[in-house]
């Protein structure tokens, strides 16, 4: 199916909940935040309905949208919606406690997303193109395939979801349509400085600290172009920090110099163990996050894994070790 067809169901007159996945990213929630500018630009009744809450770096995108449900009420307002609409991921299992409720509703589950995998959802519309660097790019060819007209606070938080999917876009899927889309964006007011600041310059003193107490555990495998870091039990709570403080941990790892995969592992909640794969050149780490029912994009992957941190490193780290044999080293 195509933009279009998902454009078509979005129109006024209806009840609309968008949804994206437990721990929300830059550009699940960016992707939300721009569709419920373009939206009410319609005339359209939306509401936002996550898994788990917000991340405080990105608060600011909810500024401007007084009365948009967060998390708390979100079974609620899905129970009275007349169509869903699911960002940045195509499968259930990563909706959380909103799960079963999405399963239930009885109508219309559009998908908007860029990641590869198999996805399973109820029916309906789906724009999915893993070629786009974030599900926010889709949204604004979606927009301009629809002629729906982006305002300011639409451009912004559509920026954001590129920003934050792309490392600034100096990752690989940065490609010439997505600088086009960002081109567009910042023409529509993106202050880009001010973006930089909320997103990227605005951390708790805990963050450093914990990516310093992060980077103490670092182990790199040359022989394989391997390296790993472990979030220490409890390292959180000590510098008062969530997980979204996480974010660009493993990219230390990524970065010296011989590695091909890096991998973060870090205990959560139910006795899973969590860990976040990242790749350069031709390694696949989606590939391999598949294969422990996880996902992602050949760079960039994640994947919970029921059992105590030593098993699951034991397991996957073997894994990688297998795959990376076959991997040309890079110069």
């Known amino acids: 199916m195509s933009a279009l067809d998902v454009a078509a169901l979005l129109v006024p007159g209806k009840r609309i909940c968008l949804t994206t996945h437990v721990n929300p990213d830059g550009d699940g929630l960016g992707s939300e935040v721009g569709l419920v500018h373009l939206l009410r630009g319609l005339g359209a009744d939306v509401a936002i309905t996550n898994p788990t809450a917000t991340p405080d770096r990105y608060d600011f995108l909810f500024a401007d949208i007084p009365g948009v449900d967060r998390s708390a009420q979100a079974v609620k307002e899905l129970r009275r919606a007349d169509i869903v609409v699911v960002l940045d991921i195509a499968d259930l299992s990563r909706l959380g406690i909103l799960a079963e409720t999405v399963r239930d509703c009885g109508v219309p589950v559009a998908c908007i997303d860029h990641h590869v995998g198999p996805g399973v959802l109820p029916d309906g519309p789906r724009f999915v193109d893993p070629e786009a660097a974030a599900t926010g790019e889709l949204i604004a060819l979606l927009a301009r395939e629809a002629g729906w007209p982006i305002t300011h606070q639409s451009a912004r938080a559509l920026y954001v979801a590129l920003v934050t999917d792309t490392g600034g876009f100096r990752f690989s899927n940065t490609r010439p349509r997505t600088l086009r889309v960002a081109a567009d964006l910042v023409e529509a007011g993106v202050d880009t400085?001010?973006?930089?600041?909320?997103?990227?310059?605005?951390?708790?003193?805990?963050?450093?600290?914990?990516?310093?107490?992060?980077?103490?555990?670092?182990?790199?495998?040359?022989?394989?172009?391997?390296?790993?870091?472990?979030?220490?039990?409890?390292?959180?709570?000590?510098?008062?920090?969530?997980?979204?403080?996480?974010?660009?941990?493993?990219?230390?790892?990524?970065?010296?110099?011989?590695?091909?995969?890096?991998?973060?592992?870090?205990?959560?909640?139910?006795?899973?163990?969590?860990?976040?794969?990242?790749?350069?050149?031709?390694?696949?780490?989606?590939?391999?996050?598949?294969?422990?029912?996880?996902?992602?994009?050949?760079?960039?992957?994640?994947?919970?894994?029921?059992?105590?941190?030593?098993?699951v490193q034991a397991e996957l780290l073997q894994a990688a070790r297998e795959l990376l044999g076959g991997v040309v080293v890079r110069a």
């Open 193 to 311: 400085e001010q973006v930089y600041l909320d997103v990227y310059a605005n951390a708790p003193e805990g963050r450093p600290r914990l990516l310093a107490e992060v980077l103490q555990t670092l182990v790199v495998e040359p022989e394989f172009g391997l390296a790993w870091v472990t979030v220490p039990p409890g390292s959180l709570e000590r510098h008062d920090v969530d997980p979204d403080d996480l974010d660009g941990a493993v990219e230390h790892a990524r970065s010296i110099r011989g590695v091909r995969m890096a991998l973060l592992f870090r205990e959560v909640s139910g006795g899973r163990t969590k860990v976040s794969l990242r790749s350069v050149g031709d390694v696949d780490v989606a590939e391999l996050a598949r294969r422990f029912g996880g996902g992602g994009h050949r760079k960039a992957a994640g994947v919970a894994i029921a059992g105590p941190m030593p098993t």
